[in-house]
Structures are given as C-alpha cells and as structure tokens.
C-alpha cells in the first residue's frame, strides 16, 4: 500500500541557508496531521527534536510516521567525506531511536553550494557536468556513506537527484546509478526535480523501478519553468517565483506516474512537496489542497 507524507521543506524548512524557518515545528507537524498526511521527513537537523524519546512523542501524539531524513553532502569533494558518514549516521540513529528504523537515509549533493550549477540549474548541458574520473569518485562516497548507515543502524539509504546539484539531469542520474550498486544505493524519484532538470519522471520510473524506494511528489509550473530558462533564473529565484507549485497546477502526470509506480508495485511512501523559501507561500492551506488533489487520483 502506498502512504502519503508531508515534508518540512513544504513550509520553507530548507537545507539552503536562507534564514529561520518562520512556523515553529510543533505547528508545521499541527498542520500536516490536519491536512491528512500519514508521515513526515526529519527535516533540517534541530527542528524536530533530535532526542530521540522527544521526537517519537512528537510524531505519535499527532499519529505521523517519521519516514525518511534528507542528508546533503558534497559528494563533489573528497574531503566532505568524513563529515558526510559522520551526519548520515548520527541521523540514522537518530531515527532508528525514535523507533523508525524502516525510515530512510535520503543522501544528496549539497544542492545550491557550487555557483556555476546553481545559476545554470534547469538548463545543464553536458559541458557543466563531471568528468568520468571525477563521477567515479562521487559514487565511492555515495557509497561509502550509505555502506556506513546500514553497517551502523541497518537502515537503507537512497539517493536524491536535484537540480543545483550534480545530479540533475537524466544522464547525470544515469551516471550515478551506473556506479553504485542497487543494493547498496536506491533511487529517490523526485517529479518535480526531474521535470525541471531536463527529464520525465515516467522513463526513471521504467528505467530505475526496481531501485526506487522513496518517491517526493513535487509539480513543476510549465511557465515558470519556461521563464526561467528564457531569462537565465538561478535556483533560488526559480524556487522564490513558484518553480514548484501546488500538485495538479504544473507539468507533472500525477495520474501516469501513480500508474507507473503501481505497475512496478512500488509501495513505500510518496512524500508531498512543495518547497517554498522561507515566509513565502500558503503552507497550510496549500498541504491541504495538494492532499485533496491525491485523494482525487486515488492515493
């Protein structure tokens, strides 16, 4: 059975440091257990408790399921190794703590870090990529970091392709899970990521539905998206003028992705989101309308 999470970058809880988030996590989790999701993603680290007893009670008392922790690293640099095993696996046992031990390690790239990947972010050619000695190199440290969190809690990790990040692009996703073994590393199909960066959410599924084990539902406005090419947008202004909007408004073919996703029996978890910068958007109200939407195509 596919479940229906929320996640905490929905209300401009962001990796990016673009200051405070402006709701508190106690009424960001108030809100997504009103809205109808079963589940949420940690979030940024310290905004949900990081006690572990602390956290559980937080999710229990509003009866959501913690499901996944986002892990940026900037797999680019060799160097960010010992720091990046060190982050996955204290938030591995973090969750493993708080009794969610089937959750996921969702590593990235540290998206938004590299200026040049950044301001061409929607627009990547093959020029703006890693050369083959250098994605070997990424892949071990993917590796590595994931091999870390399962020898330390036994739990799986997946990898998040994102734009303003060196996986973006559809060869670019191609590269990563060329060199990284299934077992090891799961894909975590993002709609909205792969729209932007080039992609179709449908071909990853076909090609990759035995390795993805996390799903982020995330829409992509076609005008926007258009703009932003046409005038050269980096991320941040994209995601400032609604690159991701509201699910249902934008390119992605929800009801031809939840299809695909059936067909390949997937049965982990969709997480909505919807990434706003800080203090912008309708959170609340727009997690309402995005689970509305779901129930509308049957999930």
């Known amino acids: 059975m596919i479940r229906v999470a929320n996640a905490p970058c929905s209300w401009g809880v962001l990796e990016f440091d673009l200051g405070p988030a402006q709701a508190p ?12 999701y079963a589940g949420t993603e940690l979030g940024d680290w310290g905004f949900l408790p990081i006690d572990p007893q602390a956290l559980a009670d937080e999710l229990s008392r509003r009866r959501l399921s913690l499901v996944g922790a986002f892990v940026p690293v900037a797999f680019a640099s060799a ?9 996955a696996t204290r938030t591995a046992r973090l969750l493993a703590g ?24 929607g627009r990547i050619t093959e020029a703006d990529g890693l050369r083959a000695s250098e994605w070997d190199g990424f892949a071990d440290r993917v590796a590595a970091i994931a091999a870390a969190v399962r020898d330390t809690t036994g739990m799986r990790s997946v990898f998040h392709h994102h734009c303003a990040g060196y996986v973006e692009t559809p060869q670019e996703i191609d590269a990563l899970m060329a060199r990284t073994d299934p077992a090891l590393v799961g894909l ?40 932003a090419r046409q005038e050269g947008w980096d991320y941040h202004t994209a995601v400032r003028n609604g690159i991701f909007c509201e ?51 049957g999930l």
């Open 247 to 297: 699910l249902g408004r934008g390119m992605v073919p929800f009801a031809d992705v939840r299809d695909a996703l059936q067909l390949q029996c997937y049965s982990g978890w969709i997480v909505v989101e919807q990434d706003v910068l800080p203090g912008l958007g309708t959170p609340a109200a727009s997690a309402a309308r995005n689970r509305g939407f779901l129930q509308r195509i």
């Open 188 to 227: 975590c199909l993002d709609t909205g990521h792969s729209m932007y960066g080039g992609g179709d959410p449908l071909v990853e599924i076909a090609k990759y539905g035995g390795r993805i084990c996390h799903v982020h539902f995330k829409d992509c406005a076609r005008d926007v998206a258009q703009r």
């Open 79 to 87: 160097d960010a190794l010992p720091d990046g095993i060190a982050r």
């Open 98 to 121: 708080a009794g969610a031990g089937d959750a996921l390690i969702v590593l990235s790239d540290d998206n938004a870090t590299v200026p040049h990947r950044t301001t061409r972010a």
């Open 25 to 36: 996590a106690s009424q960001v989790l108030d809100e997504m257990a009103a809205a109808g």
